[in-house]
């Protein structure tokens, strides 16, 4: 087996992409969720989307959620913008890490922000070129990299050609989504190799989904071939909206627990982060995919020594 990082960084997505796809929650109940994962160590939180209240009503009060939320020092936030008008809120809110996302798959595209893949880069550019303006951080999120629901299977030259598109435009870093829950071992290691084949330095993260019940091994495949940045959602919280059937973001608490017991550091507080997700599970109403949370004793979460 190939050399294991020593170190993984995991951005937890819970309050934006998890919320997004339960049931409107009050903005309380928004607020103390989000402050909840600020205090478990994890080093990067997806806070809010500055998107339409009529396309995603759950993230209606994303300006309010944002204004009441405690920052804690060390933490990077993020918000998730579709457009120059969602781009120039985030800013307005001082956001200085901002992601734009694009589907590999045209269908899926139209399907979410009712336009070509084409026509969203052409977008893109110009949102990369405002941020930078600005002083913040352009990270694209490439959807439906590892098959789509409406296409199946996308070809992971196609996405390279993307990510050919975004290095060139100024994107500092790029994330592929497992938006259906597609993606394999055998999908992880081509898409990785075809992208950096091409642009062997561009910073990545991947997103998986566990909807067919394969994102750890996806992770750990990724780890193997030296990727060190992963989303997770508390408590399994999530989907997407404009993928049918694709419930089921791996939950930070399982890929903690699977990589604290192989002497790999997250920075995260597991006790903390399982209480968080017990958290979730009450604000939403119901429960949450994940199988730590039904998992015995607390004791049997601690992290076997490095």
């Known amino acids: 087996m190939a050399e294991l990082p020593d170190f993984v960084s995991i951005r937890e997505v819970g309050p934006r992409d998890g919320l997004q796809n339960e049931e409107p929650i009050p903005t309380d109940a928004k607020v103390r969720l989000l402050d909840a994962l600020s205090r478990t160590g994890v080093r990067r939180i997806e806070a809010v989307s500055f998107v339409h209240p009529k396309a995603i009503p759950q993230m209606a009060d994303a300006d309010e959620v944002w204004q009441r939320a405690t920052r804690v020092e060390g933490v990077r936030y993020s918000a998730l913008v579709p457009n120059t008008r969602g781009a120039q809120r985030a800013l307005a809110a001082g956001f200085t890490e901002i992601e734009v996302v694009v589907s590999a798959s045209d269908t899926h595209n139209r399907r979410n ?20 303006g600005a002083g913040a951080r352009a990270e694209v999120i490439i959807a439906t990299s590892f098959g789509c629901p409406y296409e199946g299977d996308v070809d992971p030259q196609r996405v390279a050609g993307i990510v050919d598109r975004v290095v060139r435009d100024g994107a500092d870093r790029v994330a592929f989504g497992d938006t259906t829950g597609m993606g394999t071992p055998r999908r992880v290691r081509e898409l990785i190799t075809a992208v950096r084949d091409r642009n062997a330095h561009i910073p990545v993260l991947l997103h998986f989904h566990n909807t067919r019940g394969t994102a750890l091994a996806n992770l750990l495949t990724a780890m193997e071939l030296g990727v060190t940045e ?26 903690v627990h699977m990589l604290h017991d192989m002497g790999i550091d997250t920075g995260i507080d597991l006790d903390a982060l399982v209480e968080a997700a017990e958290l979730a599970e009450e604000l939403v109403g119901k429960k949450l995919p994940s199988g730590v949370l039904r998992a015995g004793p607390r004791t049997r979460l601690t992290p076997l020594p490095a």
């Open 113 to 132: 922000v009712n336009r070509s893949t084409e026509e969203s880069l052409d977008d893109i550019a110009e949102l990369i070129d405002l941020l930078h």
């Open 230 to 255: 992963f989303d997770a959602s508390v408590g399994g919280l999530g989907g997407c909206p404009y993928a049918p059937g694709a419930s089921g973001n791996l939950a930070t608490e399982e890929a």
